[in-house]
């Protein structure tokens, strides 16, 4: 008997019984932990699947072929279906099954994707009246709505900045929120300095002069794309390199290209520093490393220009990266840190290092414990297991200490497995098999979407209320 999986955009993996039906997760029919990596990180692939006695499946034996356009969406046995998540500043948006997109938390410029035009500011910079936030998802308008989005991002600190993108199916990328930075990619001027006042942006539009988008990240003050091709582009803020062109410091309004001699599958934007996973799992940094975020001795600040991360050795499936650290998984489910530690942001014991450039071992409670994919924000990371558990580790909350600082990975309570995470600034989310999101953290703007801000910080997680 065979068995025939797929993967939605690296994330969400599925069994199905042929290209139309879904039969469960990917997690219920593999055994082997290296092949569900394989499969998490190939975009977009069937593959025939020999079942072995045991019902796992043999990696040596895969024969993948190219994912139909019209492949069937994730199973969910809740309404609306989620299907991805992605946590910014103080808000977070939801891809659903249909399409659309909903965001809730902070609207304070617009990233919640809603506000009414009142009338031009000084400037000619159009002032909206926007709803402060938005406690349960709000549906993005202004997208277009002959076309499905199929991949987005969220961005920003964690209440003086807020962006939202979304890769639509016809591969052009729409972003809205603020754009004080140009982070919006909507083909202003290369300038120096952000622009003042900052305008506030809620309704979508394209990022100028891209298609064929595949992946996107977006960071407190820019934003990235992967492109079909392999290629990557950056733009709004370059301070520290962080779009990774000459000269350093400018804003720019149009994506620039970025120089990395693979394909690249991945990239990761945070504070001011990206990460991007090639091909062929190897890993290359730009940006900021005043703590070691580069894997390189801080004494060297800045890497204007990517350069390769040498000091991670073998294959790499998964990137994540915080304000001041980086994170990767390896072909073996294992993760390894790097960066900035005062906070427990490493993972790595009690007493952490106050940084440390050299990629280390995190130390999981259990032995063996296979990771399949991670996400990081401010000072803490999320990751994902095979089996669907979650783990945490850093300083989730700044108003509370020391009581939310995991200087080690902790497992997060959950009804459910979980199928991908999603790091904000101060606050996690996860979604579950059945389709539902759960989230907990700093909910003092309505960022858990539980219909209300109060109480202000949550350590346990709840649904939010679709």
């Known amino acids: 008997m065979t068995k025939q999986c797929l993967t939605d955009q690296r994330t969400n993996p599925r069994c199905v019984s042929s290209p139309g039906t879904i039969a469960g997760m990917i997690r219920r029919c593999l055994g082997p932990a290296s092949l569900v990596l394989m499969l998490t990180c190939a975009s977009c692939k069937f593959a025939e699947l020999p079942e072995i006695v045991d019902g796992s499946a043999d990696a040596s034996d895969v024969d993948a072929f190219t994912l139909p356009v019209d492949a069937p969406p994730p199973l969910c046995d809740v309404t609306p279906c989620v299907v991805q998540i992605s946590a910014g500043g103080a808000h977070t948006c939801a891809r659903i099954d249909d399409g659309t997109v909903r965001c809730w938390g902070l609207n304070s410029f617009g990233q919640g994707g809603g506000g009414v035009a009142n009338a031009p500011m000084d400037g000619g910079v159009d002032e909206y009246v926007l709803p402060r936030t938005y406690p349960t998802p709000n549906v993005v308008s202004g997208l277009p709505s002959a076309n499905r989005a199929t991949v987005i991002g969220a961005g920003g600190a964690y209440r003086s900045d807020g962006v939202s993108c979304a890769a639509m199916n016809d591969m052009q990328m729409w972003c809205w929120g603020i754009d004080k930075s140009q982070q919006l990619g909507r083909g202003g001027a290369t300038r120096m300095g952000d622009i003042s006042p900052a305008p506030a942006r809620p309704v979508p539009a394209p990022v100028a002069s891209i298609s064929d988008v595949k992946d996107i990240s977006v960071g407190v003050r820019n934003a990235c794309a992967v492109f079909e091709s392999g290629s990557v582009a950056c733009w709004g803020s370059d301070i520290h390199g962080a779009v990774g062109v000459m000269p350093v410091g400018n804003t720019y309004g149009q994506p620039q290209t970025i120089s990395i001699p693979e394909q690249v599958q991945r990239v990761v934007m945070r504070g001011q520093h990206a990460l991007a996973l090639t091909t062929s799992g190897q890993v290359w940094a730009w940006g900021d ?12 600040a800045t890497f204007v220009l990517p350069r390769q991360v040498s000091e991670l050795v073998g294959s790499y499936v998964d990137v994540a990266a915080g304000r001041h650290f980086s994170c990767a998984v390896d072909a073996t489910g294992k993760v390894w840190c790097w960066g900035q530690g005062s906070r427990g942001q490493l993972g790595r014991s009690a007493t952490p290092p106050a940084r440390d450039h050299q990629p280390a071992l995190v130390a999981f409670p259990v032995a063996g414990t296979q990771i399949v994919q991670i996400s990081g924000d401010e000072q803490h990371m999320l990751a994902l297991t095979e089996n669907g558990a ?77």
């Open 390 to 466: 979650v783990y945490e580790w850093g300083k989730l909350l700044a108003e509370i200490e020391p009581a939310t600082v995991l200087y080690t990975p902790t497992q997060i309570t959950l009804p459910e497995p979980a199928t991908q995470v999603s790091a904000g600034f101060q606050h996690s989310c996860a979604l579950l098999e059945s389709g539902a999101v759960w989230c907990w953290g700093n909910n003092l703007d309505a960022g858990l979407g539980r219909g209300s801000a109060s109480p202000p910080d949550v350590l346990d997680p709840g649904p939010v209320v679709f």
């Open 289 to 300: 490393n005043g703590d070691g975020q580069g894997a390189v001795d801080p004494a060297t």
